[in-house]
C-alpha cells in the first residue's frame, strides 16, 4: 500500500474540517433558541410559582382567627 503524500493529506485535512465547522454553525441557531426557550419557560414557571406563593400567604392571613375579646369586660381597665 502507498501512503497518501503531504498535500493530500492537507487537503483531506481542510476538506473535513470544513465540513466539521458548517455543521457546528448550522447547530449553533438551534443551541441558542434552546437556551433562550429555556431561559423563558423558567422565569414564566418562578412567577407563577410566586403568584401561587402568595394567594397563599393571603388566604392563610385571612382565616387566621382574630384574638377573643370577652364581651363582659371591656379592654380598658375602670377604677371603683
Not at 7 to 23: F, H, I, N, P
Not at 35 to 51: F, K, P, Q
Amino acid at each position: 500500500m502507498t501512503e497518501p503524500d503531504p498535500d493530500q493529506l492537507l487537503k483531506s485535512l481542510e476538506a473535513s474540517t470544513m465540513m466539521m465547522r458548517a455543521k457546528h454553525s448550522s447547530k449553533g441557531v438551534n443551541r441558542n433558541a434552546v437556551r433562550v426557550m429555556s431561559i423563558v419557560i423558567i422565569v414564566i414557571v418562578t412567577v407563577g410559582l410566586l403568584v401561587v406563593m402568595q394567594y397563599m400567604a393571603s388566604e392563610l392571613t385571612a382565616r387566621r382567627p382574630q384574638p377573643k375579646t370577652d364581651a363582659g369586660q371591656s379592654s380598658n381597665t375602670e377604677t371603683k
